[in-house]
């Protein structure tokens, strides 16, 4: 007589919230915002830093936890694609696993960019399967795109991101005042990003920043114009993200400029910033699309015209037709066996494509050339 087995359909639904704040002075102690999840008086509070953050503000960080009485581990950890592997992530594991923290009541803090918290959004959601964690973006590039999402990893084997989770995190803190000192590249880096959302999504975004993306520029986005930019700029980026935080569906439009970035951020990382590559990534999917009657030729103009006018270097020495195409079929792996290339369909809508081909890609790349060979009065 064979032995019954017994199944059953195990179900556990799991709940995703998180806030993000916008709030101001995060190291005055008076305020509360970094201290808000919890236990606080004699409780600890595992911190890594970005190390160019942590020049100028140790001391007011430092001073933040001891008077409201936090054990502060302080880790500095220096940005760049080179230092998002898994041996540095093995290192703030030791760390972290020498200065032990409760499990629920002491989450990690990680403040910098977009590389840092997605290494450490790692950490935590690795360590101890699981622990919560707190992210202050100090970069437009984190404070727009990276750090406001659950997505979390590290590069491994020559690939972006292989090693990854979703780790939601329990609050994003946003303090715009850090973007004062950001380098004009980094600024650039992350209106990439708004770009991005502007051309696929939102007509009105892409107006604003024809209007007064290059004052915002100036002003490290700390005018009304900057703060209605930016605050457009997240809103409309979580529409996107809130309704598929696990990415259950491939079809995803804030992947447009995520296409033929990836080869190009693996092959030129060290040179290359996210949003530069992206940047790229733009222009070649809005000339695919001009191609193919999705966008007007006007349309085509506008868009090369807002990255002119916002000054925005596109470094068109680094592109390759055939790196492109490679690109693009690693993504049809990523994508489950479909290429879903989002295409603007004019400005502020998109349209997902199966279809491209390897002579559209060595056409976009011919045509950009021209573009910036023209501009540059080469011809």
């Not at 699981?130 to 202050?136: E, M, S, T």
């Not at 600024?187 to 990003?193: K, T």
Request: with cysteine; charged share 25%; hydrophobic share 40%.
């Amino acid at each position: 007589m064979s032995e019954r087995i017994y199944l059953r359909q195990v179900t556990y639904q799991h709940n995703i919230a998180y806030e993000i704040v916008s709030c101001a002075n995060l190291f005055d102690p008076c305020n509360p915002a970094l201290l808000s999840i919890g236990k606080v008086a004699g409780a600890r509070r595992f911190v890594v830093v970005d190390s160019n953050v942590e020049k100028y503000y140790a001391p007011v960080m430092r001073n933040y936890f001891r008077v409201n009485q936090v054990e502060a581990r302080i880790i500095p950890f220096t940005s760049g694609e080179e230092y998002k592997t898994i041996e540095h992530y093995l290192a703030l594991v030791r760390d972290l696993d020498a200065f032990p923290i409760c499990r629920r009541d002491e989450p990690i803090i990680a403040i910098g960019g977009g590389i840092l918290t997605d290494v450490v959004g790692f950490l935590a959601s690795t360590y101890r399967r699981g622990v919560p964690h707190i992210k202050v973006p100090t970069t437009l590039m984190g404070y727009v795109d990276a750090s406001i999402g659950v997505k979390a990893g590290i590069n491994f084997n020559g690939n972006k991101n292989r090693l990854g989770t979703f780790a939601p995190p329990v609050k994003v803190l946003l303090d715009r005042s850090f973007l004062k000192t950001l380098p004009r590249r980094h600024i650039m880096n992350g209106v990439c990003e708004i770009l991005k959302l502007a051309v696929i999504k939102d007509a009105e975004l892409f107006s604003l920043l024809e209007g007064y993306g290059k004052q915002c520029l100036e002003t490290r986005f700390q005018d009304e114009a900057g703060d209605r930019i930016l605050e457009r700029s997240i809103n409309g980026m979580m529409e996107e993200l809130e309704p598929n935080l696990l990415e259950e569906d491939l079809q995803r439009r804030a992947d447009f400029g995520h296409t033929f970035s990836y080869g190009l951020e693996m092959q030129h990382g060290n040179n290359l910033f996210h949003g530069e590559a992206v940047l790229l990534d733009i222009a070649i999917s809005s000339l695919i699309a001009g191609e193919r009657k999705l966008l007007t030729k006007d349309q085509v103009e506008r868009i090369f015209a807002l990255i002119n006018s916002l000054g925005l270097y596109l470094d068109y020495t680094s592109l390759d037709a055939d790196l492109l195409w490679l690109s693009l079929e690693e993504r049809v792996y990523h994508r489950n066996g479909l290429q879903r290339i989002p295409l603007p369909q004019g400005i502020g809508a998109c349209t997902f494509v199966n279809d491209v081909q390897p002579g559209e890609i060595k056409l976009a790349v011919k045509l950009l050339d021209e573009r910036v060979m023209v501009k540059n009065g080469v011809v």
